[in-house]
């Protein structure tokens, strides 16, 4: 399997030098033969070739089996029209990547205040309020005057219905339970059709138990009871925000991993941006990108049928659990040892394992 590798803005490089390190590790071992090619985007890929995507990294990364995508600054990626384009979003829109898997769940050795907790958040990914995604051509946010903005909404039943269809295979692997967060109450049209959709695609599942929140009180439920949620699947703007508290609440947003998966491609990519707080100070916690890198060997087992990778996955995640436990860990999950430290030791786990 080829793997494209682009490690991204701020922490970017720094935590996906440690994630490469680790898929080169893991592949030795358990005779993976993955090929990882290093490709750019972001802010280095705007300086050389004067885009932060081009199309000819767009045809690398579709002739690869899959994408480990690092961290964007995507906030400064302002004017599409200067080559400004935020990656994230080009890769999701392009390759279909429909659904955000973000798993949160915490470790005994991680300082939180919640009670133990294991949940998904499953975020549809390519509508809703993203404006720069859901239109053909253009962006749906208008500046109609000066002082006036308008954002528009899109919300179809196919993505309501293949959005709420993952989340539902995603709760049969897991304890079977789906909550489904929106705001119905005030989106009556977009949110009752996803509504609607959830609750249709929920009748092919007899053995999963359903439950709905409206987003503002799931906040509160989420932080007050994480316990009682197992998978969660909300709309694109709702599930960015609601799967940064939940990776928080498990201790930190650099523990946030997601795969970002469609029916033919995924892409492993963290949670969190590009942290330019932390930025060169070998601070940032590559668990996030190592989680991804994960959750995508585990998706191309399942999909190629290479039992090797999904034990391979299984290895990473094992060695994950084992760093937390002895405390090899970066100091926003309670260790003290900087971000190459922590890959080195992970290095040495696995080889070791
Ligand atoms: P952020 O997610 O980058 O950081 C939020 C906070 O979490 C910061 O205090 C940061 O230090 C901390 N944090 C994040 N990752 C961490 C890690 N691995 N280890 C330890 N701490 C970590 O959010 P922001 O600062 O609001 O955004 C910075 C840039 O990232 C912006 O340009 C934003 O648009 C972009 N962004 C990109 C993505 C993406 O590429 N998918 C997602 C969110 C934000």
């Known amino acids: 399997m080829k793997i494209i590798i682009i490690p991204g803005d701020g922490i970017g490089p720094e935590t996906m030098a440690v994630c490469t390190q680790i ?20 802010h280095v890929s705007l300086q050389k070739y004067h885009a932060t995507v081009t199309p000819e990294l767009l045809a690398k990364v579709k002739a690869a089996d899959g994408l480990m995508l690092g961290p964007m600054a995507t906030f400064d990626f302002k004017d599409e029209s200067k080559g400004e384009i ?19 769940k915490t470790f005994p050795n991680i300082p939180t205040r919640m009670n133990p907790f294991d949940l998904a958040v499953v975020r549809e990914n390519t509508e809703g309020f993203y404006s720069d995604r859901n239109v053909e051509s253009g962006n749906s946010e208008i500046l109609v005057t000066p002082e006036v903005g308008i954002a528009l909404r899109r919300i179809t ?21 789906v909550s489904i967060v929106h705001k119905a109450n005030v989106l009556r049209i977009t949110d009752g059709m996803f509504m609607e959709s959830c609750y249709n695609v929920a009748k092919n599942y007899p053995e999963v138990t359903v439950d709905e ?51 033919s491609y995924a892409m492993g990519q963290a949670a969190h941006g590009s942290a330019p707080d932390i930025a060169g100070k070998d601070i940032a916690n590559p668990f996030s ?3 991804s890198a994960s959750m995508l060997l585990n998706w191309l087992g399942q999909r190629h049928q290479l039992p090797l990778y999904i034990q391979a996955a299984k290895l990473i995640d094992q060695c994950m659990e084992q760093a937390i436990a002895a405390k090899e860990t970066t100091q926003d999950i309670g260790g003290s040892l900087g971000t190459k430290q922590t890959g080195q030791r992970f290095i040495q786990r696995i080889k070791t394992a």
């Open 86 to 104: 935020n990656p994230s979003k080009y890769f999701r829109k392009q390759l279909d990547l429909f659904a955000n898997i973000r798993p949160a």
């Open 289 to 291: 990108l190592i989680t």
């Open 157 to 177: 039943r196919l993505c309501c219905d293949r959005i709420a269809k993952s989340a539902f295979e995603l709760a049969m692997t897991r304890k079977k339970h």
């Open 213 to 263: 929140f409206i987003v503002d009180a799931m906040m509160a439920h989420v932080v007050r009871n994480p316990e009682r949620f197992d998978t969660i699947v909300t709309t694109n703007m709702f599930g960015d925000i609601l799967s940064d508290l939940t990776a928080e609440l498990s201790g930190s947003l650099g523990l946030g991993g997601s795969l970002n998966a469609g029916d």
């Open 23 to 42: 898929l080169e590790t893991v592949s030795d071992k358990l005779n993976l033969q993955l090929q990882l090619d290093h490709e750019i985007a972001g």
